[in-house]
């Protein structure tokens, strides 16, 4: 009875998604299904070929070895940067007139962080969130779907942003690195022509989900800095936050479950690329991982009880 308990709004979630899905196109039950299990075995096979490149054993004593302290700040900038990112799509949420409480905002969000771990790709979350709002504000599917979207949008923006800006730092010039630098501002006014035209109800709030989208990647950047102090890594930081964040962008993508997997593969080769330690390369994928998942569980608290009262 608690696994259904815990699984029935995934069954919802999945409802849901179909339900968004165009008319002609043939979406059962049993594809959605299907696909999880593809995904997971995907996260699998991406750890399986992580695991023939490094030894575990000295990653686990990388950990059993690392600095506490520094852990702990690395989940407490974690967990900041998931309350910025609630108040973001809460401002969203404000441009379509669906008015909620910050308390009550972040218990939902954090209800579908929990959720996200266990729908791959992390859309099991923000499809149960527009469940959970549409019955207390009717008719509106669509315009929460697309404030949720929009917030995810909006963090890979930001990605790109800090990436854009790292990049630059480390090649000073080369491989096409100016390029990329000068690039951002015309990107930031792209971003701005696409919100005016696909999300125009939102345009209202453009500059201020804008900062606060940066914010929240910079505050994670913090916490893989911190996760970098807790084993003594000094050197080459610059590039273990560029993998992070491209290993961030990667993880987005609905291919394996919350990211697991996928993030390890590009921590991996990247270490290869720029000369890097490949055990202190996953070490810092596994536990920003591990950070993510605890505090997601913080959700489980919400699955018997109604997130907005």
């Avoid at 729908?119 to 669509?142: E, F, M, S, T, W």
Wanted: glycine share 8%.
């Amino acid at each position: 009875m608690v696994l259904f308990n815990i699984y029935r709004p995934l069954t919802y979630a999945f409802i849901l998604m179909e339900q968004t899905i165009p008319a002609n196109t043939p979406v059962s039950k049993k594809r959605s299904w299907i696909t999880v299990v593809i995904k997971i075995a995907i996260s699998g096979i991406c750890l399986w070929y992580v695991s023939q490149k490094i030894d575990w054993l000295v990653t686990w004593q990388l950990l059993s070895g690392s600095q506490k302290g520094w852990l702990l700040l690395a989940a407490m900038f974690f967990v900041l940067s998931k309350m910025v990112s609630a108040l973001r799509l809460n401002i969203y949420f404000k441009n379509i007139e669906v008015q909620l409480s910050q308390p009550a905002n972040l218990r939902l969000y954090w209800l579908g962080m929990f959720y996200n771990l266990f729908l791959p790709g992390g859309i099991g979350g923000d499809a149960y969130k527009v469940i959970v709002l549409n019955k207390q504000y009717p008719n509106r599917v669509k315009k929460l779907s697309s404030a949720v979207l929009l917030d995810r949008i909006s963090g890979v923006v930001g990605l790109g942003i800090l990436g854009g800006l790292y990049y630059f730092f480390i090649f000073k010039g080369q491989q096409y690195s100016w390029w990329l630098l000068a690039g951002i501002l015309p990107a930031i006014v792209v971003y701005y022509w696409f919100v005016k035209k696909v999300f125009l109800l939102f345009l209202q709030s453009f500059a201020n989900t804008l900062w606060l989208g940066i914010a929240v990647q910079f505050l994670q950047v913090l916490c893989v800095y911190c996760l970098m102090l807790s084993i003594q890594i000094h050197q080459h930081q610059s590039q273990y936050v560029l993998l992070f964040l491209l290993s961030s962008v990667v993880a987005i993508l609905p291919f394996t479950v919350g990211g697991l997997g996928a993030r390890e593969v590009v921590f991996l080769w990247g270490s290869q690329h720029f000369g890097l330690n490949s055990q202190q390369s996953v070490y810092i994928s596994i536990l920003f991982y591990l950070i993510t998942a605890a505090v997601s569980c913080i959700g489980l608290r919400w699955v018997y009880k109604n997130p907005l009262k």
